[in-house]
């Protein structure tokens, strides 16, 4: 069987796709991943055997320079990433059982299009349910677009923000549909979804309402990371008690010098150490005390098991990553998916949610004093325990079982 991924995102979207790739490939199946060509995604690909194939352009540069919550330029990227999936997303599916994409609607529906150009099996993967059309919450606030009212009912905002997404997105993949000889569509976010979406995402920290959407839950695609941290990182854990991360992944962080100092100045107004992330905003330490550390990319499995808390921004894997650590969080969320974790980190009482996304030193303080009150960590520990470590497992064997199903009828025939 030939699998081809198809992600584009930052390493959130990235690495979980890099998990059920191989563990797909630990199962017999030939694997291929489609990712922007970012530096650090090629080195993560390359570090555990997975071939990529470079698909649009860097994600990072466009992370950090785009202005939160805007639109502008935003009609020029998404006709972009969709020509890259007609493209070369494409190519590189053809003689493939099946099309895996996760990644922004622009990339999912032209993915799709792909995928029935073809006639391959399609799945759509998220990594958290709040994209998925529900009763039980409202949509997320789209680009360009006013913040709904809120005596408005779910099923209505979520079939106007069906509407919205079609006038964003509808006409461009129309246009690159009849240039491929494919019919229109007339709604782009669930043909993009399809008819059983997949969520990447643990039952116990995201759980999954039943409604009229036929979504498999599969568990939180992990791949363990085996690598050893640095050796002058172990010798400054090893140097003292436990202390407190904070970073903010591909968050850009306004003002990073202020968060930068803001963390560092809370972390020890609590008495601890602090390990600080650069992350794509840049951090750097505020001074040169040596109660601080400074880390880039890591092995956060192994960090986390180590600290005291971790402050981070919320991200689906950072916040999975801390719980299945068993690690107590502070989550400063700065928007996309990111107060959804906060709740959940919150609502499980295994951390909590800073107010507002530009955190100061004692806003923070009183945020991490929380988290390391008595009691959290023993809650941490026992959620972590309920944390499924098989996502990648259940989802790689219902592709191999949907795909085998999909070839019997021609092998029949035949």
């Known amino acids: 069987m030939r699998v081809l991924f198809s992600a584009y995102g930052s390493r959130g979207s990235v690495e979980p796709i890099v998990a059920l790739a191989v563990r797909l490939r630990e199962l017999g199946a030939d694997v291929r991943v489609c990712a922007p060509p970012d530096e650090e995604f090629a080195q993560r690909l390359a570090g555990v055997g997975l071939e990529m194939l470079p698909a649009g352009e860097p994600v990072r540069p466009l992370v950090t320079t785009v202005t939160p919550g805007s639109a502008a330029g935003l009609a020029q990227r998404a006709s972009d990433l969709m020509a890259v999936q007609f493209g070369a997303v494409a190519e590189a599916a053809r003689g493939c059982d099946a099309l895996v994409a996760t990644g922004p609607l622009p990339v999912a529906a032209a993915a799709r299009s792909v995928a029935d150009l073809l006639g391959i099996r399609y799945v759509h993967a998220g990594h958290q349910p709040v994209a998925l059309p529900s009763p039980h919450h409202r949509p997320p606030v789209r680009r360009g677009r006013p913040v709904p009212s809120q005596d408005v009912e779910n099923r209505t905002l979520w079939d106007e923000d069906a509407h919205i997404a079609h006038t964003m997105f509808g006409e461009m993949l129309n246009t690159h549909r009849a240039h491929a000889g494919l019919p229109p569509v007339d709604n782009v976010r669930d043909y993009a979804f399809g008819d059983r979406p997949w969520l990447a995402a643990d039952p116990v920290l995201a759980p999954w309402q039943p409604t009229g959407l036929d979504v498999v839950q599969t568990g939180a695609w992990i791949l363990p990371d085996e690598r050893p941290l640095p050796a002058d990182l172990a010798a400054f854990l090893d140097a003292g008690e436990p202390p407190v991360y904070a970073g903010f992944g591909s968050m850009p962080m306004t003002g990073a010098g202020d968060v930068a100092r803001a963390a560092v100045g809370a972390i020890r107004a609590q008495g601890r150490r602090a390990v600080l992330s650069r992350g794509w905003a840049g951090l750097a330490l505020p001074d040169d005390g040596d109660d601080c550390f400074l880390v880039g990319e890591v092995n956060q499995q192994a ?53 507002g996304p530009a955190p100061t030193a004692d806003s923070l303080s009183a945020a991490l004093a929380a988290a390391l009150a008595p009691g959290v960590r023993e809650r941490a520990a026992a959620v972590a325990a309920t944390v499924r470590s098989d996502g990648t497992t259940v989802a790689a064997r219902l592709l191999l079982d949907e795909a085998g199903r999909d070839r019997t009828p021609a092998a029949a025939s035949a």
């Open 303 to 355: 960090l986390f098991r180590r600290v005291a808390a971790v402050v981070h921004h919320g991200s689906a894997s950072t916040t999975t990553t801390a719980a299945l650590a068993g690690t107590p969080q502070v989550v400063v969320p700065q928007g996309a998916d990111q107060p959804y974790w906060a709740g959940r980190v919150t609502g499980l009482g295994i951390g909590t949610e800073h107010e």
